[in-house]
């Protein structure tokens, strides 16, 4: 998009930003069904699944330091000065993360991890360690593709994260072919399989990015210091660790409900279908980092328009015959958990609904560099689930998923409360030069 942040926006420009940022979002939850239908047509598809699902689940936890560059590479990156800062935060980041991975892959560590918090059996440990030894791989480019990402957003280049995304899924596709076709389906073909398309993704990133950081050698914009930038991405990287929290804390809980099986098979399903209708609005932060300063107002009524979307194709789901036959066809579920699984989808409703506003106010926050009030609000939301799950499962137990779900939309009520507290705060606040923030 050429259309510059600060001249007439339209409500074209608003979706031309979006919509491909929302679509990569979408696609990149192909990559596991990729892997997963790859996986299961190994010999011993079950010992296969689990040992990937064991090492991608603490790939997941190590992942989310790596996960927070790209927000900050978008809010703070404006020119080759702050993107050598950035690479500075990622090396060093990076370097812990690899020591981590390294100390569970190759000592005792990893085998009492994989153990005693995964529930894994002995004999699965070798399978998961070597599983976990490539797909930490995956971090390091990862990483690289966020912070190139990031500045890529700032340019207003998403088409280029959507495209970089679609030929990552088109690699992957080609890799699983060959392993399929050979007969060599293992646990690590998965990891190799993941490693293959972020590398592909990493390189479009890569290759874009650098060309837009030359277009940007004479932006004598500011350059964002290194106490600025580890005060905007330290808190960034507790709010998604705790994110990461709510659903084995859930799991926990529904493990004691009247019929363990079906609430957790029934809050699974209807969480991943919720996820996957979110996913495609989990970058509204990003209009407001990009066009809130200049365009305040279109901004709010381009967020008003696409914030009833997600409720409403959840309702669809919900109230329609659309609903059985989704769970059927595409989820491949039996009638009874399909019903069970659309009751439960209808408590999530109230989340689909709030959902966008949340990330929309936390995108205010990020764009003032407030990101330790973003902290608060995703504690508090925290809170609230466990406050709520210990007593549904005290007096309700028979509700089974449905204390998962509604227990979510309650905990992100509470969390939309805090947030726009702290945003009505933080924009009563005086506004301050950059030097002034610095120095305070």
């Not at 997941?60 to 703070?76: D, K, N, V």
């Not at 702050?82 to 000592?107: C, D, E, M, P, W």
């Not at 991890?113 to 995956?138: C, G, H, P, R, W």
């Not at 932060?285 to 979307?309: A, G």
Request: charged share 15%; glycine share 6%.
């Amino acid at each position: 998009m050429s259309t510059s942040k600060k001249n007439k926006l339209t409500y074209n420009d608003l979706s031309a930003f979006f919509i491909p940022l929302a679509l990569s979002s979408s696609l990149t939850s192909f990559t596991h069904i990729i892997i997963n239908g790859t996986l299961s047509r190994g010999e011993n598809a079950t010992f296969i699944i689990a040992c990937y699902a064991v090492a991608f689940s603490l790939f997941g936890i190590i992942e989310r330091p790596i996960i927070s560059l790209r927000q900050t590479s978008s809010a703070l990156v404006k020119n080759p000065q702050s993107f050598k800062r950035i690479t500075i935060l990622f090396l060093q980041v990076t370097g812990i993360i690899v020591a981590i991975s390294l100390a569970i892959s190759y000592t005792k560590i990893g085998d009492w991890l994989f153990i005693q918090f995964f529930n894994a059996s002995e004999d699965m440990v070798y399978t998961i360690s070597q599983t976990f030894k490539v797909i930490t791989l995956v971090v390091i480019f990862s990483g690289i593709r966020g912070i190139y990402q990031g500045f890529m957003i700032n340019q207003l280049e998403t088409k280029w994260i959507t495209i970089g995304v679609v030929l990552r899924l088109i690699a992957m596709l080609v890799v699983a072919y060959i392993f399929i076709t050979t007969d060599r389906v293992t646990s690590m073909v998965g990891a190799l399989i993941f490693l293959v398309g972020m590398l592909v993704e990493m390189l479009i990133s890569v290759w874009r990015g650098q060309r837009l950081l030359r277009r940007q050698k004479d932006n004598k914009e500011p350059s964002v210091g290194k106490k600025e930038m580890l005060q905007f991405y330290t808190p960034l990287v507790l709010f998604f660790v705790i994110q990461t929290l709510l659903i084995p804390v859930i799991y926990a809980f529904l493990a004691k409900t009247n019929n363990m099986e079906a609430g957790i098979a029934s809050f699974a399903l209807a969480y991943s279908i919720c996820q996957l209708v979110l996913s495609f609005f989990m970058f509204t932060h990003q209009i407001v980092l990009q066009f809130y300063n200049d365009h305040r107002e279109k901004v709010i009524r381009f967020m008003v328009i696409i914030s009833l979307i997600p409720t409403l194709l959840l309702g669809i789901l919900c109230v329609t015959k659309l609903g059985p036959w989704f769970m059927k066809v595409i989820m491949g579920a039996d009638p009874s958990l399909s019903n069970m699984t659309i009751v439960v989808l209808t408590f999530f409703l109230f989340r689909a609904l709030l959902f966008p506003w949340v990330d929309f106010l936390n995108g205010y926050l990020m764009l003032k560099k407030r990101t330790k009030k973003m902290l608060v609000g995703q504690i508090a939301n925290l809170v609230t689930v466990v406050i709520c799950l210990i007593i549904f499962v005290a007096f309700f137990p028979q509700w089974n998923g449905i204390i998962g779900a509604a227990s979510i939309s309650i905990g992100e009520l509470t969390g939309l409360g805090v947030v726009l507290f702290n945003v009505k705060q933080v924009s009563k606040e005086p506004v301050l030069s950059t030097l002034e923030e610095n120095i305070r």
